[in-house]
């Protein structure tokens, strides 16, 4: 009796499940894993849209292999993230451990480092750091004051890629509010008992906060990198969409546009498409493998 | 004790001060005739000339107007879409026992971390080939059908927290899965339902990639892509109009960062989205 009562709901409950999921699963089929497969497919095609794809075997992975700006886009994109990332995350994590518990205006304070973060993807905002870091822009004029003749920052090969590295650590607010999550999660005790034991501030960080926090700080690694890896609006606008001067600020995904939708060599941007993927599941995997010599797992 | 406390704030407000800075002198800068923008590292302002607004208004071939209204139009039918498909999603994923939950769920994580870039091309092909190219539906459609991983996630986390002593009152008053769902977890769930609705909103607004690719007729642009227009068309001769159309673009983010400030903060604290 018992039993057919509980294969009763359970098959209810499949019935509910399939209608509830519906659009989630429609969605599944036809906007990701449809698309991925043919991707996949398209990898190994010449197609421009206007013929059918025609197969062309390795001969994609053999450009990958060959092709001078795409490698030179890997290094500006391995440069952006290698450096963007860990510096992005040490300023919100400083930030987040000077935003201490319970502190008068904190919220004020956490409002104003978090609201980068929500305007940083805009176009907005690439036009202005578009105008700041121009040969005539803000840093210069303010430069100016102290006798400084500025270069032109987004103009000069050396320097572009730098501004938008430092575009992308003006937005640490969304790690930091999830440092301060972290930071909240600590027993005050530990500090007590660390300070009773004479303990100063920089090694109660060192050996409380960074490996009590270390959870946090690999979550926070994961996300950013798997996010910055496909940073393309602030290299799109500052650079006019060339990813200029001399490629220095040529995105991977601004390369993937201009021979995709620029260029309409469809094959090679799916080929890329998937060597993006590739190369974002190593850097996951790494993190992962590399979290058991560091991150900290209370037991 | 005092003085460090104080040493911190300084250090703190001049952090602030450097970190919006640049917002504020884009703000000041908008009333600014042109030539004055150039060398006036300062906040002062001798007059307040709108001059940028009305020229950046009607700089391109449709007034600034129209290109509010597509965003809107496109960010009302994203958070709509999500809201639904998502909370659906995960009150199946929370509370129905159902074959295939773990390898489905798993999945659904998985997607989260997947880039866009693997997909757009073939996405494209199939949006092209239903004629929706210039139109608003690839912006859309995908929201409808739960794309937006991170919300399915943050829904599901959300509804875990809300006690099964409730469910299992209204089964036993003979309630079922959709009356449940609609009577009883979706009104308990309005604070993740905010969040997502506010983080839609400001993606939505902010999309430029998908907009690029899809929105090419002037009539149908969206803010990010009319800006980008903007640009292209004045190079860096008129910053004053860029500037006041920027911060024309910028102010329903900034809005909706205020209301709605408290849960946006939650959802990151929370599940670690942007």
Redesign the interface.
């Known amino acids: 009796m018992a039993r057919t009562t509980t294969s009763r709901v ?1 098959k ?3 019935r ?3 209608v ?5 699963f ?3 089929v ?3 894993i ?3 497969a ?2 996949l497919y ?1 990898s190994f095609t010449d197609y421009s ?1 206007l013929a059918p794809p025609n197969w062309v075997g390795l001969d994609n992975v053999e450009r990958l292999l060959t092709d001078e700006r795409l490698h030179n886009s890997l290094r500006v994109t391995f440069t952006y993230v290698l450096v963007g990332v860990p510096l992005q995350l040490a300023v919100a994590l400083a ?1 987040a451990v ?2 201490n518990r319970g ?3 904190l919220a004020f ?11 940083g ?5 690439a ?2 750091w ?3 870091f ?1 040969s ?1 822009g ?1 840093v210069n ?2 430069l ?2 102290v006798g400084i003749a500025g270069p032109g920052w987004i103009s000069d090969p050396r320097t572009a890629l730098s501004s938008i590295i430092l575009l992308h650590v ?1 937005t640490f607010g ?1 790690p930091m ?2 440092f ?2 972290g930071l909240r999660q600590i027993p005050e005790m530990y500090y007590e008992a660390a300070t009773v034991d004479g303990a100063g501030p920089l090694q109660r960080f060192r050996r409380i906060t960074l490996p009590m926090l270390s959870p946090i700080i690999f ?2 690694l994961i ?1 950013q990198i ?2 910055s ?2 940073a ?2 602030q290299a ?2 500052v650079s ?2 060339s990813g200029g001067p001399s490629d220095s600020t040529m995105f991977f ?1 601004l390369l ?2 201009q021979r ?2 620029g260029e309409l060599d ?1 094959g090679y ?2 080929a ?3 060597l ?2 590739l190369i ?1 599941t190593i850097f ?1 995997a790494v993190n992962f493998i590399a979290s058991r010599y560091w991150v900290f797992h209370e037991s | 004790m005092r003085a460090s ?1 104080l040493v ?2 300084a ?2 407000i001049v ?2 001060l450097i ?2 800075y ?2 504020l ?2 703000v000041v800068s908008s009333f600014r005739p042109d030539d004055l ?5 300062g906040l002062w302002l001798t007059s307040l000339d709108t001059v940028n607004y009305r020229e950046g208004w009607s700089a391109l071939t449709r007034p600034f107007s129209v290109y509010l209204a597509n965003s809107a139009v496109v960010a009302l039918g994203a958070i709509i879409g999500n809201l ?3 909370s ?2 995960a ?2 994923f929370a509370r ?4 295939g ?1 773990k390898a ?1 769920f798993g ?2 994580l998985l ?1 989260i ?14 949006f ?1 080939q239903f004629g929706w190219v210039n139109t608003f539906w690839p912006l859309i ?2 929201k ?4 937006d991983s991170f919300f ?1 996630f943050l829904m599901v986390q959300f509804i875990r927290g809300i006690p099964r002593e409730l469910d299992e009152a209204a089964r036993i008053d003979g309630a ?3 009356r449940i ?1 609609l009577a009883i977890i979706l009104p308990l769930m309005t604070p993740a339902l905010a969040t997502t609705a506010i983080f839609t909103f ?1 993606w939505s ?2 999309d ?2 998908t907009a ?2 899809y929105l090419t007729a002037p009539d149908m642009f969206t ?3 009319a ?2 227009a903007f ?2 068309s004045t190079g ?1 001769t008129s ?1 004053g109009s ?2 006041a ?3 024309v ?2 102010a329903p ?2 809005l909706a ?1 205020l209301l709605g ?1 408290r849960f ?2 939650k959802g ?3 599940t ?3």
């Open positions: 359970r209810r409950d499949d509910a499940a399939y509830f999921l519906l659009p989630w429609v969605g599944l036809v906007i990701t449809g698309p991925m043919m991707s398209l849209m930030v000077v935003l502190m008068r205006g304070y956490r409002s104003v480092f978090y609201l980068p973060s929500l305007l993807g805009s176009v907005a905002i036009v202005l578009k105008q700041i121009g005539t803000l004029d303010v100016a004051l003006w969304a509010i999830i301060l999550a979550f926070n996300l798997i996010g890896f496909q393309f609006t799109f606008i006019g969409g995904t993937l546009y995709g939708f469809m941007a799916s890329m498409a998937w993006l993927l974002i996951t | 406390s911190r704030h250090v703190l952090a602030c970190m919006i640049p917002l002198w884009m923008i150039f060398r006036q590292p639904v498909s998502c659906m999603a009150y199946a129905l026992e159902f074959r939950r489905l999945i659904m997607t971390m997947l880039p866009f870039h693997v997909v757009v091309v073939p996405q494209y092909i199939l092209s459609v995908p409808l059908l739960a794309t399915v079922g899965h959709p769902f400001i607004w902010n430029f990639f690029l690719i803010v990010p892509v800006l980008r640009v292209d860096s910053w860029l500037f159309m920027s911060i673009t910028l983010v900034f960062f400030q946006l903060v990151i604290a929370t670690g989205i942007k």
